[in-house]
């Protein structure tokens, strides 16, 4: 069970981060067009959010299940690096990501005009692709990680 959360939350990123960035290309670069809101632009975005929350989902599987992952000795945890990440900093930084797309998401939902739905799915998508680089590489960085895999 663990394992295969492990395997699905892993490849879930390259997904996540794709729609994100097609997103994110598509919304500025219609806002700068002054181009219509399309179905395939709603879709997109929908599609986005959609694949943001399934990664939330398996998140929190892996996060009950993970051996790096422990409430038992909050000293200790705030203490060592990679408990901290996992335990602390990731869902962190995720969470505030996944809130950014979803509140980007109603925003664009909610706004009549096409300039307006753009405006809001291209900085609050931008704004939540930063914290999930950022999160990415915080853990690249420490060697918790490798950027393309495992
Ligand atoms: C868009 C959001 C997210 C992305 C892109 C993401 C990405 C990743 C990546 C790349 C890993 C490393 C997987 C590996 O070792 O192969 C990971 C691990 C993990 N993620 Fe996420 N994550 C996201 C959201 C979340 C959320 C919201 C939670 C918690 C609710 C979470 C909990 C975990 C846990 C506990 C692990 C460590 C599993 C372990 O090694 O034992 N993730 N995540």
Do not use: C
Not at 56 to 81: C, E, I, N, R
Not at 111 to 133: D, N, Q, R
């Amino acid at each position: 069970m663990y394992t295969g959360l492990k395997h699905l939350h892993s490849g879930l990123r390259y997904v996540v981060l794709l729609l994100l960035i097609i997103a994110i290309i598509t919304a500025i670069s219609r806002l700068i067009g002054k181009q219509p809101y399309t179905e395939g632009n709603r879709k997109l975005n929908l599609f986005t959010l959609i694949s943001a929350h399934i990664q939330l989902l398996v998140g929190l599987g892996l996060y009950a299940l993970s051996s790096l992952v422990t409430f038992s000795d909050m000293g200790t945890v705030m203490k060592t690096a990679n408990l901290r990440y996992w335990t602390v900093e990731h869902i962190t930084m995720m969470v505030i990501a996944i809130v950014l797309i979803t509140v980007g998401h109603s925003k664009a939902k909610k706004a009549v005009v096409a300039t307006a739905k753009h405006k809001s799915i291209a900085i609050f998508y931008t704004l939540a692709l930063v914290f999930i680089l950022a999160a990415i590489l915080m853990a690249v960085n420490k060697g918790f990680i490798t950027f393309w895999g495992v």
